[in-house]
């Protein structure tokens, strides 16, 4: 019984990871989507206060996805 139960507690570990990589990867894509709406030419949307709020929000997920998965490398 505990052989099965070492198992998926490895299972929850690794379904864990790959849950904060892709919250990582669509935290980066948010951030670069926010900065490129800042720095275009013709912004996305009429107002510049969307793309920034996108950068924001994407550079606090990434540094905090990075953390997570620091975290997780070391404990």
Do not use: D, H
């Amino acid at each position: 019984m505990s052989f099965f139960q070492g198992e998926k507690r490895e299972t929850v570990k690794l379904n864990k990871r790959v849950r904060i990589i892709i919250g990582l990867a669509g935290s980066l894509v948010l951030c670069i989507w926010g900065i490129y709406g800042i720095l275009a030419e013709y912004p996305i949307t009429g107002s510049l206060l969307i793309p920034i709020l996108f950068a924001a929000g994407g550079f606090i997920g990434t540094i905090g996805g990075a953390m997570e998965l620091k975290r997780m490398k070391s404990g």
